[in-house]
């Protein structure tokens, strides 16, 4: 029996997102894929101990891979420590494989991871069908959010 005062953690499984990307990307389209995953590395996940920067998908023999996407080694796994960086097949239909294909060949997008999650007890990524943006883009963006922060400011004083 657990002692009186002590309460198990009782935490959301977490969320891991890619921010890098949504700066980088205008996303057009997402799609929802499961991961092939070892034991330790969806505990890991769990944790929140992944990062999607510098990671990508690709589609090569009919199959899609994430590449890059480093999951830290779970501290209390016994022996078998799977690479932080290998690449891992993403779960699809066919179809969905084979549109992305497409799409990134035909109209030169990219496929990028971003967001990691749990849904119904299984890990699953969603990756954007994105456009790179252009550098004059990203300053207007920038601009834009510190005009928006300026403004927040100053209305949050007034109301002092």
Same mark, same amino acid.
């Given at each position: 029996?657990?002692?009186?005062?002590?309460?198990?953690?009782?935490?959301?499984?977490a969320?891991?997102?890619?921010?890098?990307?949504?700066?980088?990307?205008?996303?057009?389209?997402?799609?929802?894929?499961?991961?092939?995953?070892?034991?330790?590395e969806?505990?890991?996940i769990?944790?929140?101990?992944?990062?999607l920067?510098?990671?990508?998908?690709?589609?090569?023999?009919?199959?899609?891979?994430?590449?890059?996407?480093?999951?830290?080694?779970?501290?209390?796994?016994?022996?078998?420590q799977?690479?932080? #960086?290998?690449?891992?097949?993403?779960?699809?239909?066919? %179809?969905?494989?084979?549109?992305? $294909? =497409?799409?990134s +060949? *035909?109209?030169?997008?990219?496929?990028?991871?971003?967001?990691?999650?749990?849904?119904?007890?299984?890990?699953?990524?969603?990756?954007?069908?994105? #456009?790179?943006?252009?550098?004059?883009?990203?300053?207007? %963006?920038?601009?834009?959010?510190? $005009? =928006?922060r300026? +403004? *927040?400011?100053?209305?949050?004083?007034?109301?002092?």
């Amino acid at each position: 029996m657990a002692k009186k005062g002590a309460a198990k953690e009782n935490r959301a499984p977490a969320s891991i997102q890619n921010r890098r990307a949504r700066y980088d990307y205008h996303f057009i389209e997402t799609y929802e894929a499961g991961v092939a995953l070892a034991g330790s590395e969806v505990k890991s996940i769990y944790l929140g101990r992944a990062h999607l920067t510098d990671a990508f998908c690709r589609v090569a023999g009919g199959e899609i891979y994430i590449v890059n996407m480093d999951v830290e080694p779970y501290e209390k796994a016994a022996h078998f420590q799977p690479e932080r #960086r290998r690449d891992r097949k993403l779960l699809m239909h066919r %179809k969905e494989i084979d549109l992305l $294909e =497409r799409k990134s +060949v *035909e109209k030169g997008l990219s496929l990028i991871p971003s967001r990691i999650y749990f849904k119904n007890g299984r890990v699953k990524v969603e990756i954007a069908l994105a #456009r790179g943006k252009a550098q004059y883009d990203k300053r207007d %963006k920038i601009a834009k959010d510190e $005009e =928006r922060r300026e +403004v *927040e400011r100053a209305r949050s004083q007034r109301f002092r």
